[in-house]
């Protein structure tokens, strides 16, 4: 027997024996152990969940939850996916993790695929990282080398008012909220905020002192803010003009959440940003860098990462996109998606609702967001607030329209409990 043959199934066993031990406690006694041992950024996790299968999740008590939120715009394929989980188990016993030393057929082919899917232009290239904020780090890096002249440099970044591009200290600089960038002054980037939706902002503000423009196409943690075509179509013509980057971040709008590949499309950036769906619970991050002009401001040495672009990520990637294809999931999207939010528009106690495919946020006439959220999760709901007064929904992109009927018939009441 090789030695690996011989460690494998021991290893497994002595971890599942360790997770199953703590399986067996009372969800108290694990919220108690969490706090002892997991640094307090989250604040108290609301339930401990132990498994998942398709659009439902089971906590540690049994109780089952319809999962309307996909672990955040994350689980296109839906909990446990067979295909996905099938092609990652049988990735990772051919080839893990190399370095990017090398390199490997399914990162080339994720690469080709992208590039396929987001209709780049001859001359378009991939970097592969690990999250959304990863990739919005690596945008940032690529745009700064849009540095102009000593004489006229562009020292300056415009992004959106209600932008969230990420935690680390390069995307928190482009993101709009206060209390998250506050605490970590001084920021690295000169960044301005403008109005979103407004035409006439990116008119007056970018000039040839900016070097890049970041947008999300859909402001989601803002709530689920839509932006016309108009205006990402102006942007691009704005930037082209004024010769700043434009970068769409399609973090969490991006891999057919609204019922196309990119929320952007067929309005083509500088540099775009994913994560989030794209490995449809496996992290993986990725820019696309739009044209030969472009891919020419990182050179060798000017950027890196260890797992970036590893083996078993780009293949859950792949699989991601081949589901979507052949299952023609953004027709299902496009027809599933705007049915539900015609449907809430008509619940009492809803004042507005916005959204695009698979990703919708309706605001509380008066209930509190949320009390809501706390009341749904009771009743086997999981949603999402982004403030007091939206709830966000982003579910696996299979949910169907008897699920999602499901969760209408039980909101009215629950909004009126909030
Ligand atoms: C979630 C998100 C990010 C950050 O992604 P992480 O993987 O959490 O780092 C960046 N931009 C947008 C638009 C997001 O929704």
């Known amino acids: 027997?090789?030695?690996?043959?011989?460690?494998?199934?021991?290893?497994?066993?002595?971890?599942?024996?360790?997770v199953q031990e703590l399986a067996q406690l009372s969800s108290s006694v694990l919220a108690e152990r969490y706090q002892q041992s997991l640094l307090g950024v989250f604040g108290a996790p609301r339930r401990?969940?132990?498994?998942?299968?398709?659009?439902?999740?089971?906590?540690?008590?049994?109780?089952?939850?319809?999962?309307?939120?996909?672990?955040?715009?994350?689980?296109?394929?839906?909990?446990?996916?067979?295909?996905?989980?099938?092609v990652?188990?049988?990735?990772?016993?051919?080839?893990?993790?190399?370095?990017?030393?090398?390199?490997?057929?399914?990162?080339?082919?994720?690469a080709e695929k992208l590039l396929e899917i987001s209709a780049a232009p001859a001359g378009s290239k991939v970097f592969f990282a690990n999250s959304g904020t990863e990739a919005n780090e690596a945008a940032l890096k690529l745009t700064r080398r849009n540095a102009g002249t000593e004489e006229a440099p562009r020292t300056r970044v415009i992004a959106l008012e209600q932008a969230f591009h990420g935690r680390t200290l390069g995307a928190l600089s482009l993101t709009y909220k206060e209390k998250y960038r506050a605490p970590f002054a001084p920021p690295p980037g000169n960044v301005t905020w403008i109005p979103a939706g407004d035409i006439d902002a990116p008119r007056a503000a970018v000039d040839e002192t900016v070097s890049a423009v970041f947008i999300e196409p859909i402001q989601g943690e803002a709530g689920?803010?839509?932006?016309?075509?108009?205006?990402?179509?102006?942007?691009?013509?704005?930037?082209?003009?004024?010769?700043?980057?434009?970068?769409?971040?399609?973090?969490?709008?991006?891999?057919?959440?609204?019922?196309?590949?990119?929320?952007s499309?067929?309005?083509?950036?500088?540099?775009?940003?994913?994560?989030?769906?794209?490995?449809?619970?496996?992290?993986?991050?990725?820019?696309?860098v739009f044209g030969q002009e472009n891919t020419a401001w990182l050179t060798p040495g000017d950027h890196g990462t260890t797992f970036g672009g590893n083996p078993v990520a780009c293949?859950?990637?792949?699989?991601?996109?081949?589901?979507?294809?052949?299952?023609?999931?953004?027709?299902?999207?496009?027809?599933?998606?705007h049915w539900p939010r015609e449907q809430l528009a008509a619940?009492?106690?809803?004042?507005?609702?916005?959204?695009?495919?698979?990703?919708?946020?309706?605001?509380?006439?008066?209930?509190?967001?949320?009390?809501?959220v706390a009341a749904a999760?009771?009743?086997?709901?999981?949603?999402?607030?982004?403030?007091?007064?939206?709830?966000?929904?982003?579910?696996?992109?299979?949910?169907?329209?008897?699920?999602?009927?499901?969760?209408?018939?039980?909101?009215?009441?629950?909004?009126?409990?909030?």
């Open 377 to 418: 999760l009771e009743a086997g709901f999981i949603i999402n607030a982004t403030d007091d007064s939206t709830i966000r929904l982003a579910p696996p992109l299979v949910i169907t329209q008897e699920q999602l009927g499901g969760f209408l018939a039980a909101l009215p009441p629950l909004i009126a409990s909030a």
């Open 347 to 372: 619940v009492p106690g809803i004042s507005a609702v916005r959204g695009a495919g698979m990703l919708t946020a309706f605001e509380l006439a008066q209930a509190n967001a949320p009390k809501l």
């Open 48 to 86: 401990v969940l132990v498994r998942g299968a398709g659009r439902h999740v089971w906590d540690a008590d049994g109780n089952q939850y319809l999962d309307l939120l996909g672990g955040i715009a994350v689980n296109t394929l839906g909990h446990a996916n067979p295909l996905l989980t099938s």
């Open 265 to 288: 499309a067929p309005v083509i950036p500088d540099v775009m940003t994913l994560a989030k769906g794209l490995g449809g619970g496996f992290p993986i991050g990725a820019m696309i």
């Open 224 to 263: 689920v803010k839509m932006l016309s075509a108009q205006y990402l179509q102006a942007a691009r013509d704005i930037t082209r003009e004024a010769g700043a980057l434009l970068v769409f971040d399609e973090v969490q709008t991006g891999m057919g959440r609204t019922g196309s590949f990119f929320a």
């Open 1 to 18: 027997m090789s030695e690996q043959t011989a460690h494998t199934p021991k290893t497994i066993e002595l971890a599942t024996d360790q």
């Open 88 to 110: 990652i188990a049988s990735q990772l016993a051919t080839l893990g993790h190399v370095s990017n030393f090398f390199t490997s057929p399914s990162q080339i082919a994720l």
């Open 315 to 337: 293949t859950a990637g792949l699989a991601v996109i081949h589901t979507i294809e052949s299952q023609n999931l953004l027709d299902q999207v496009r027809s599933n998606g």
